[in-house]
């Protein structure tokens, strides 16, 4: 019973993940066209968005509880430390988002409830699911280390990319615009962010939810 409301709730919740995604996409890739860039550059500008990326770990989380596959693809996203380390990264979504993001534009119809989708209701959506799907007292503390460094990779990612076309996704990540110390410090406080998140879903998991 426990089984298949879990399995209801990732499949609700990877279609909510995925229809926002491809609301957000159809956007970009007007947005891009309509500036002369075309697909090509509509491509880059989506998968420049950590909450792009982020959200689409977050549905392969959930399509792979959906699917219960033996294949070790899915099996990978099952593991309570990679559920736990998306759910971390979905909670700094939203938590930049609503401190950081949320005035800089003001969406509209469709484009609105991709927004909240994605900064909102996917962040909730995973950390419930990560308290259901994750058994209690398996999370360790040496597992932190290893999970930093999809936010690095990110990081370094946005770094070579900016090099490369100019474009930031994020104005706290603006090189162009603030210098590379100034990014370099505002990645430190984000990166330390998304460790506080990780460590403190990893003390939940130890100490309150004890097999």
């Known amino acids: 019973m426990r089984h298949s409301w ?5 499949l609700v919740g990877a279609v909510l993940g995925c229809s ?10 007007r947005l891009a066209i309509d500036n002369g860039g075309g697909v090509w550059m509509g491509l880059v500008m989506y998968l420049g ?8 770990l977050a549905a392969l989380v959930l399509t792979a509880q959906v699917l219960n596959s033996n294949q070790r693809f899915w099996r990978f996203w099952l593991w309570p430390g990679v559920i736990t380390a998306i759910a971390a990264a ?10 950081v993001l949320r005035q800089l534009w ?10 909240v989708i994605l ?5 909730l959506w ?3 699911y990560w308290w259901c799907a994750v058994p209690g007292g398996v999370l360790r503390w040496r597992s932190l280390p290893r999970w930093m460094l999809y936010p690095a990779a990110y990081f370094a990612y946005v770094l070579l990319r900016g090099a490369i076309t100019s474009l930031y996704p994020y104005p706290f990540l603006d090189v162009a615009a603030l210098g590379l110390g100034r990014v370099v410090v ?6 330390a962010a998304f460790a506080g998140i990780m460590l403190l879903l990893i003390a939940v998991n130890r100490n309150l939810r004890q097999p």
């Open 6 to 10: 879990l399995k209801n709730f990732a």
């Open 20 to 29: 926002a995604l491809a609301i957000r996409f159809v956007q970009l890739l």
């Open 49 to 56: 968005y950590f909450t792009i990326l982020t959200n689409m």
């Open 90 to 99: 979905n909670s700094m979504v939203g938590l930049v988002y609503f401190l």
């Open 106 to 115: 003001s969406p509209q119809g469709w484009h609105w409830l991709a927004d």
């Open 119 to 123: 900064h909102y209701v996917m962040p």
């Open 126 to 128: 995973l950390l419930v």
């Open 186 to 191: 505002n990645a430190v406080t984000m990166f």
